[in-house]
């Protein structure tokens, strides 16, 4: 990798027991965020809200806002718990394209900043997979998540552009996003994109601006992580 990420350890996690430990010790016990260390040092999410959590994120999953608005009026845990897979509410909703959700979960204080496991953020989720609104969305909750990396440097734009999602592409321009940005390959976002699309246009129009700006290439920040 060509940029360094730290990614926590997930929390709960403990030194190993010795042999003569029992078996209820080795499992040992979650926190706030889920997270227990279970037989041969293996993680496993523990629900801290006694399964409504696990709800939660099915129903943002699921696209179900209603749903989902019922339950978070009687969750008692934070927005910015991970689930097994390491992703938040937010990220769901926003890697499913489910905007209502995306929406709710904003107004209801979700954190559009918090990075998962692999260093993404929702906005690479959603950029991934073309949903504008919620790129729009991300982007007015948290701006300087523009140009964040995830492990393997990918921006926004990366992702946008490795989908062909000419109309992300284009608000993630005008909204500043730097195109000169390479991941850990040394790609920039004008790399990925297809020969011959409508995002590669969009691209190369951004990066003849910057080139004339005199923008230079370099590595992405990483992503912020969850706090």
Known sequence: ????????????EAEETDSSSSEDEAAGSGDDEGW????????????????????????A????????????Q????????????SDTAIHLAALY???????????KGARADVADADGALPLHD???????RIVEMLLDAS???????????????????????AEVLELLVSR????????DDFKTPLQLAEHGSRAREVLEEAERRAAAAGDTPQLAPPAVDIA
Not at 42 to 58: I, K, N, R, T
Not at 97 to 107: A, I, K, M, Q, S
């Open 97 to 107: 394209g489910h905007t209502d959700c995306v929406r709710l979960l904003l107004d």
């Open 61 to 72: 999953e699921a696209g179900d806002a209603a749903g989902l608005a019922d339950l978070l």
């Open 143 to 165: 701006p300087d998540a523009i140009d964040r990396g995830d492990r393997e440097g990918d921006t926004a734009l990366h992702n946008a552009a490795r989908g062909s999602h």
């Open 1 to 12: 990798m060509g940029r360094p990420f730290d990614i926590i350890e997930s929390p709960g």
């Open 36 to 59: 227990v260390v279970a037989h041969e040092a293996e993680d496993v999410w523990d629900d801290p809200s006694d399964g409504m959590l696990a709800q939660v994120f099915d129903a």
């Open 126 to 132: 959603a950029s991934a997979g073309g949903y504008t």
């Open 176 to 183: 500043g996003a730097d195109v000169a940005l390479q991941n």
């Open 74 to 85: 009687g969750l008692q845990v934070s927005l910015d718990t991970r689930g097994a897979d």
